[in-house]
């Protein structure tokens, strides 16, 4: 029984919204597993269903291989996309207070050093930075040394030097052993942190494996992209996909593309070639640019 | 200028027609006080206040004094009820139908009006006396300030608290950890209770000391009185808040539990002789029952089994406000 944690069939329904719809999974333990998708996607309705938060219209959560109760919370942690901490406490007793919470606890010299409260403990929790509160955040849902741990949208917001230093302490955390399942907006994180990956649009999973099998399934070769002003009212050959205000070509044969673009007079100043990333994959699969 | 000052102006508006809960209240709140006030005193105030025992016995003749207008007549069943309001100087006459006396207290100017009328008016009623010193208004009121006082800081301490919780989030993440509802929610109760009380015990021990106000029962029996009060209050106010997650929607709850009762409680003024109906209602407020066994305690000196039934009333209603809030409390309610 490796699964940490699975869900089978997750169905939550909001009147006429269908915000997840009919989700399956599983996460092995030890494992880093991010939920990505757009805005609407229903990331955080499907954490808050792992965690317990809101009831699920159907399906089934498992966690440490029972059906989820409250008796697990002794064992996750947890960190929201949004929310406000009690007003007038310090972030010590912040951390005080979360601690009581829980039979068992990680060594509170440990957290701070682990997640570098250090600096701000008698700071109140209000008048934190981003950057701060996130890692105070991180810490309560570290607090009681969890074996599973739920990070919705943990990085946004922070600038892109916070963001890393918390992409090292997220690493810091699975080497420790614990089981993380996190959502993002971001491929770069996703592509730094998971080993597995659930691509979800509108409700669904699209797409699922880890980074380099997703970009191996969707992508081979290059992408080859264009100013979209470039291929206006010309008729080509091949696909293409919009992004902002580029296009792209993803081949395997970039001689036979750029031929193919010079003969329909396409003009190549502004021409570029690179490895397709996450970011990609993103795209083509929620067709969001297009969407938009 | 102009123009930006109008936008601003319109979209403030918007937003206050908008509003079903708060304009609800802006205008029926108002009509609500005035008819209120008018169906309690719209009579006009009598210039004579008259105790009357034996009223209930069907009387074939009533004493022509009782046919005289401007005077109040207020029925009592006890004869030492009516007596300790006429040492008070809060009624002016005590009149037994059944017996043909009256009693009068030589301190008081209005008693002294009021027996030259029923002399003339009916000659044959004999003459009792009381005496007293008139009950200071600060000495009356006070009970109802400090009732006042706990009813406003239960009701919006707990329950504007867990509401702003709820929106802001921070009942989520509790709810996101051990923490059960009964354990927050028993701390947000004793957290109250100790504060309520702390500020009531100061405010009341202080005047007694500061101003000397009237202290003739039993301080401990005013500490519990106090307690018990304070409790049904903040189970009323998470009552209130068991569910909400809008700080209009429970501002104007809240409003219309706190202003009956500011009105018919007996804070400021006394309902003695008011309809039925309108002592019926207020006997239905937690602050009444409240503010009556206080008042009894430092005016009257009653004892803890005299004002029992008030307290029982309050416990009950503590008993009432706590199983509405457990079974409507939510941590988070499942729109945003
Ligand atoms: N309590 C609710 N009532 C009604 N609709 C809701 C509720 N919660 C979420 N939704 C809807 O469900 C859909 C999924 O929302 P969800 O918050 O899960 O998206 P998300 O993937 O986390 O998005 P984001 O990246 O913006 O955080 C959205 O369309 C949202 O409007
Ligand atoms: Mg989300």
């Known amino acids: 029984m490796t699964d940490l944690l699975s869900v089978h069939n997750l169905v939550k329904r909001y009147k006429q919204l269908t915000a997840v719809d009919g989700v399956s999974f599983s996460v092995a333990k030890g494992q880093c597993f991010g939920l990505l998708g757009p805005n609407g996607a229903g990331k955080t309705t499907t954490i808050e269903m792992m965690e317990g938060i809101s009831k699920p219209t159907s399906g089934e959560v498992r966690l440490f291989g029972e059906p989820a109760s409250r008796k697990a919370f002794e064992r996750v942690g947890i960190q929201f996309q949004n929310t406000a901490l009690q007003d007038y406490l310090t972030v010590a007793e912040t951390l005080a207070l979360f601690a009581a919470f829980y039979t068992k606890t990680i060594d509170r010299e440990e957290l701070i050093g682990l997640c570098s409260l250090g600096d701000f403990l008698n700071r109140d929790a209000r008048k934190l930075s981003g950057g701060q509160r996130q890692r105070l955040l991180l810490a309560l849902a570290l607090i009681n040394d969890p074996d599973l741990v739920f990070l919705d949208e943990p990085t946004t917001g922070l600038d892109p030097q916070s963001r890393r230093n918390f992409w090292e302490l997220v690493q810091a955390i699975k080497h420790r052993g614990k089981t993380i399942v996190l959502t993002t907006h971001y491929m770069d994180e996703a592509e730094t942190l998971c080993d597995d990956i659930a691509i979800m649009d509108q409700g669904r999973i699209v797409e699922r494996g880890s980074p380099a099998q997703l970009l191996e399934r969707h992508f081979d070769g290059v992408m080859v992209n264009l100013p979209a002003t470039a291929v206006e009212g010309k008729v080509l050959p091949f696909e293409m996909l919009a992004n902002r205000d580029r296009v792209e070509i993803q081949t395997t044969a970039v001689d036979a593309i750029v031929r193919q673009l010079a003969e329909a007079q396409v003009p190549l100043t502004g021409l570029q070639v690179k490895s397709p990333n996450l970011e990609d994959l993103f795209l083509k699969l929620t067709g969001h640019a297009l969407r938009a | ?336």
């Open chain 2, 1 to 336: 200028m102009m123009s930006r000052l109008l936008a601003v102006f319109n979209a403030r508006n918007k937003e206050f027609w908008r509003d079903r809960s708060s304009l609800a209240w802006n205008f029926a709140f108002p009509f609500l006080l005035v008819f209120g006030f008018y169906f309690i005193f719209g009579q006009g105030m009598p210039m004579f206040k008259v105790g009357v025992i034996g009223e209930q016995d069907a009387y074939i003749s009533r004493p022509a004094f009782m046919q005289l207008s401007h005077i109040q007549f207020v029925p009592y069943d006890e004869l030492e009820t009516a007596l300790n309001r006429a040492r008070r100087h809060q009624i002016d006459l005590v009149l037994d139908l059944d017996r043909q006396l009256y009693w009068v207290n030589e301190e008081s100017r209005n008693g002294y009006v009021a027996e030259r009328l029923l002399v003339n008016a009916d000659p044959d009623f004999n003459r009792r006396v009381v005496q007293g010193e008139p009950i200071r208004y600060v000495d009356w009121v006070l009970p109802g300030i400090i009732g006042m006082n706990i009813m406003f800081s239960s009701l919006f301490g707990v329950g504007y608290a867990i509401v702003r919780y709820r929106k802001n989030g921070v009942l989520k993440r509790l709810k996101a950890t051990p923490l059960s509802a009964f354990e927050f929610v028993s701390a947000q109760i004793l957290s109250r209770l100790l504060t309520v009380m702390l500020v009531a015990s100061i405010i009341y021990f202080g005047s007694h000391w500061a101003l000397s106000t009237l202290m003739l029962g039993n301080p401990f029996s005013l500490l519990l009185t106090l307690f018990v009060g304070a409790l049904a209050m903040i189970s009323l106010g998470l009552a209130v808040a068991s569910r909400s997650r809008s700080e209009e929607l429970t501002g104007g709850l809240m409003n219309m539990a706190t202003w009956p009762m500011m009105g018919l409680s007996q804070v400021w003024f006394s309902l003695e002789g008011a309809p039925p109906t309108v002592q019926s209602i207020a006997n239905a407020l937690p602050l009444t029952h409240l503010v009556s066994a206080a008042r009894e305690i430092t005016t009257e000196g009653a004892t803890l089994m005299q004002v029992s039934d008030h307290l029982l009333v309050l416990a009950g209603m503590t008993a009432l406000f706590l199983t509405i809030a457990a079974l409507l409390f939510n941590w988070d309610s499942d729109h945003r």
